[in-house]
Structures are given as C-alpha cells and as structure tokens.
Nanobody, 117 residues
Framework: QVQLVESGGGLVQAGGSLRLSCAAS????????MGWYRQAPGRQREWVAR????????AYANSVKGRFTISRDNAKNTVSLQMDSLKPEDTGVYYC??????????WGQGTQVTVSS
C-alpha cells in the first residue's frame, strides 16, 4: 500500500512562495499519475495539479495555472509543488495522491498552507 507524507506548508504573505514536497512509498509510484489537491475550510477537496509518470506531461487547475509548478523525482519517489504568487484563496490543506484516488482511498495527513493578505 502506498504511504504519503506531505511537507513544506506554512504561513506566508500574499505574493510569496512555498514549495511543497510529498514522499511516497510503494513500488508503483514511478508508473502512477500523481496529483496535488487542496481543501479549504468548509469546502470540498479539489484537484490542483497532476503529472504523468515521465514528468513531461502536466496539467493545472485554472485557478493556479501560471503560478504553480508540479514536478517529480521517480528515483526518490517524491512529487513537489512550487507555489508562487500565492493568494489568500490558496489557503488550505494540501495533499498529494495518485490522480485516480477517490475520497475512499488512503490519504496522507496533508500540509497546511496559510496565505495572509
């Protein structure tokens, strides 16, 4: 079973940057499409970015396009999210998981991102 540990969150002012990391265990990581998700208080979890196994094919939610960059290192079983030009509406708990994951699947503890105005 894959285990996921997210890190790198924190408190930052609007316009600032953070880099999130996700360490994944499990032999299927390198062949899995991976994604970053976030959940703001009182809202449903939403997809933010995804990356194919080779790393060259990425996609982003419209709300973060041009500001966030997803990357992965298959040798280290990690996936990262560089977040620039942060906005208060980016506040939430950020999670990584396989892109096919549903709310019924295993999720890590997430990492809190708080953007102050």
């Amino acid at each position: 079973q894959v285990q996921l540990v997210e890190s790198g969150g924190g408190l930052v002012q609007a316009g600032g940057s953070l880099r999130l990391s996700c360490a994944a265990s499990g032999s299927i990581f390198s062949i899995s499409v991976m994604g970053w998700y976030r959940q703001a208080p009182g809202r449903q979890r939403e997809w933010v970015a995804r990356i194919f196994p080779g790393g060259g094919n990425t996609a982003y939610a419209n709300s973060v396009k041009g500001r966030f960059t997803i990357s992965r290192d298959n040798a280290k079983n990690t996936v990262s999210l560089q977040m620039d030009s942060l906005k208060p509406e980016d506040t939430g708990v950020y999670y990584c998981n396989k892109f096919s994951a549903t709310m019924k699947d295993y999720w890590g503890q997430g990492t809190q991102v708080t953007v102050s105005s």
